[in-house]
């Protein structure tokens, strides 16, 4: 005895119906599309409003920096403007030891000058005059290398014969480059010597050049 075996065939499954009318799905698309819209835009916004503070804060904190260095620099030349007149007494008095330096350079001991003479001159022979002049401004590193003071010395001494004695003592001395008989004169008392002498740069005090040089 057979059994015949049947087999059911099932096509499809449960009918799919879309009862939603086509204008109400169009009108949920548009929704969705309206609300990705509006959160794109919000995140612009927000966005925006993020570089805007951002900017506003930088601006706000270099305009502070500016007014605290406006303040300062205010400050400052403040306190220039107080110091200008100390600078211009102290520009002045610059000028004045620069010129006293330059119209002072060549300063001699006059005193010291003679009283050297006075001192090499043989017995009964005195220093009767003088007249010696400064020369040239210094120029060199060597003093004794270049010309400076220059004059007559008058010496009243009772013989004519003195005159070779004091000429070579007057060369002897230091500071002297040149020394000689100028004129000789016969006289009530004995005789006058004029002579020419000739110093050297280290006859200069050099005092307002070394105050200039502070």
Same mark, same amino acid.
């Given at each position: 005895?057979?059994i ?7 096509i ?13 799905t +169009?009108? !949920?698309q =548009? $929704? ?8 794109? &835009? *919000?995140?612009? %916004?927000?966005?925006v ?37 100390v ?5 002045l008095?610059?000028?004045?030891? +620069?010129? !006293?330096? =330059? $119209?002072m ?7 010291? &000058? *003679?009283?050297? %003479? ?24 060597d ?7 220059t ?10 014969q ?5 000429v ?22 004995g ?8 110093f050297?740069?280290s006859?200069?005090?050099?005092a ?7």
């Amino acid at each position: 005895m057979s059994i015949a075996k049947t087999t059911a065939i099932v096509i499809g499954g449960t009918p799919f119906v879309n009862l939603i009318p086509p204008s109400e799905t +169009a009108r !949920r698309q =548009g $929704a969705r599309l309206l609300r990705r819209w509006i959160l794109a &835009l *919000v995140v612009v %916004i927000l966005v925006v409003a993020a570089a805007t503070a951002g900017a506003f804060w930088l601006q706000l904190t270099a305009a502070q920096r500016f007014a605290v260095e406006s303040l300062r620099t205010q400050t400052l030349l403040t306190q220039l403007a107080d110091l200008s007149d100390v600078q211009a007494q102290l520009d002045l008095q610059s000028e004045l030891t +620069a010129f !006293r330096s =330059g $119209a002072m350079a060549t300063d001699m001991r006059y005193g010291g &000058l *003679v009283n050297a %003479i006075g001192g090499v001159l043989p017995g009964g022979s005195v220093i009767a005059g003088f007249s010696i002049a400064p020369g040239g401004m210094p120029q060199g590193n060597d003093p004794a290398m270049e010309v400076g003071a220059t004059g007559t010395v008058t010496i009243a001494s009772p013989a004519p014969q003195l005159v070779v004695p004091i000429v070579r003592n007057v060369r002897g001395l230091p500071g002297v480059l040149e020394a000689d008989g100028w004129e000789v004169d016969a006289t009530e008392s004995g005789y006058e010597y004029e002579l020419r002498v000739v110093f050297d740069q280290s006859v200069y005090t050099g005092a307002y050049t070394e105050e200039a040089a502070e």
